[in-house]
């Protein structure tokens, strides 16, 4: 088979074999199809799209194209479970979820990404933890999941290889959004996991990377299909990004405010709201009969977050004593609106790229990132602003002029009137196969 053959045909709307796609993705894998033919290849499904068997097949090739975890004699306490996020602003739910679900009975081999585009990252956020190994050896992912009852960590160099291949080239090509390309991304790490559940949840709003409720749905019912098409049970909840999730965006603010959550210091009710819907639909996927609001209330949840960092080599009184421990900007500054008012509308992707460009987040694939930087108090639609007092957002910068710079940016990103919008709900819309 001849690669530029294979993507002159996706170019042209045909469509590819089985056996095709299984070749094309030992080519990601193995290096001997180039860096341009991936891209292009990309590229091409862009804009041709696949059907619903070419997903399948490319979902089940990139979960072969390396190791699949087995958990059968690990002794697990529980079925294996792990919830996935099309990324959102502020997006912190994966480190709240997994100790909840681990707390109720689940066990939790979290494989987790970077960021991507304007949305944070989770493993980004995890490595603004002092010590916290994201990327573990397979051996101890296993005897953390074992022991802990989750770990959240990166995929290996032994898990779905193709995959991170692919991840990273259409960061760098403008590919991502792409409903097969986000499906096999996502799906064929979560196979390679050995789950025995998924819960997607989809975001739709303007700092999603599908900004229309339909678009949104279109995807989740392509993850949903596509699970089941590889034989794994799976549920999507569609949730709202039209305001940042949460209070924080960027990646130790937003570890502190988890470990705020997780605590019961102070929590976001959206937040809280998204993170518990979600936690129940994977413990019923799992057959788990168990209370996630208890768990957090009772602070098991909060217990196995801290044993998971320590067992992850990061500091074993973090939950005590966050501030010792996260790193934080030099500059706080309040970002302050041009008029006082109402806020009636956010755009988050324009937020989500202030944090990029304060180097929260990553312009180019080997950029690295100020886990410091960011945003706190992050104000919402329908919350009062002021031009003395209750800012838009306080900036947490390296420097006055890049707070400046940022606070310039939310100003273009609020829009500010007089009466509060109405209101909309976290959770849109819920699927499952049919």
Not at 138 to 163: F, H, K, M, S, Y
Not at 226 to 244: E, F, I, S
Not at 389 to 397: F, N
Request: charged share 25%; with cysteine.
């Amino acid at each position: 088979m001849l690669a530029q053959e294979l993507i002159r045909r996706k170019r042209d709307g045909g469509t590819l074999a089985a056996r095709e796609i299984e070749w094309l993705v030992r080519g990601i894998t193995d290096g001997f199809v180039s860096d341009a033919q991936v891209g292009a290849f990309a590229m091409a499904v862009v804009l041709r799209g696949m059907s619903a068997e070419e997903r399948v097949a490319l979902t089940g090739a990139m979960m072969r194209s390396g190791e699949v975890l087995d958990w059968s004699e690990a002794g697990l306490l529980g079925p294996a479970l792990d919830k996935h996020s099309t990324g959102g602003v502020g997006d912190k739910v994966s480190l709240v979820l997994a100790p909840i679900v681990a707390a109720c009975g689940g066990a939790v081999p979290m494989l987790a990404g970077r960021g991507l585009g304007h949305t944070g990252g989770t493993l980004d956020k995890l490595e603004s933890i002092p010590g916290y190994v994201a990327t573990p050896d397979l051996d101890r992912l296993r005897a953390v999941v074992t022991e802990v009852g989750c770990a959240i960590a990166g995929q290996t160099g032994e898990l779905a290889p193709a995959d991170r291949r692919l991840y990273a080239i259409r960061d760098a090509t403008g590919t991502v959004e792409s409903i097969p390309l986000l499906v096999s991304s996502i799906l064929s790490k979560k196979l390679a996991a050995g789950l025995d559940a998924l819960v997607m949840d989809v975001k739709a709003g303007s700092g999603a990377f599908m900004e229309t409720i339909e678009d949104a749905r279109e995807l989740a019912a392509a993850i949903v299909e596509t699970a089941h098409g590889n034989a794994l049970p799976c549920r999507a909840l569609v949730t709202d990004m039209h305001r940042v999730l949460g209070r924080t965006a960027g990646n130790a603010l937003e570890v502190r405010e988890a470990i705020d959550a997780l605590t019961g210091a102070e929590a976001d009710p959206r937040l809280l709201e998204v993170t518990l819907e979600l936690s129940r639909e994977l413990l019923d996927l799992g057959g788990l009969d168990a209370d996630p609001a208890e768990a957090l209330r009772s602070g098991a949840a909060a217990e196995r977050f801290a044993r998971m960092v320590a067992a992850l080599g990061g500091p074993a009184d973090l939950l005590e004593a966050p501030e010792r421990h996260l790193p934080r900007a030099p500059v706080a500054a309040a970002a302050l609106a041009d008029r006082e008012g109402v806020v009636t509308a956010v755009d988050v992707r324009a937020v989500g790229v202030v944090v990029v460009e304060l180097g929260g987040g990553r312009r180019f694939e080997a950029e690295g990132i100020d886990h410091a930087v960011g945003l706190s108090e992050v104000a919402a639609p329908g919350e009062r602003v002021g031009v003395d007092d209750r800012p838009l957002a306080i900036v947490h910068a390296r420097d006055p002029d890049a707070a400046q710079r940022a606070a310039a940016r939310l100003r273009e990103a609020f829009t500010i009137g007089d009466a509060a919008p109405e209101g909309t709900p976290v959770v849109h819309e819920r699927l499952e196969a049919a």
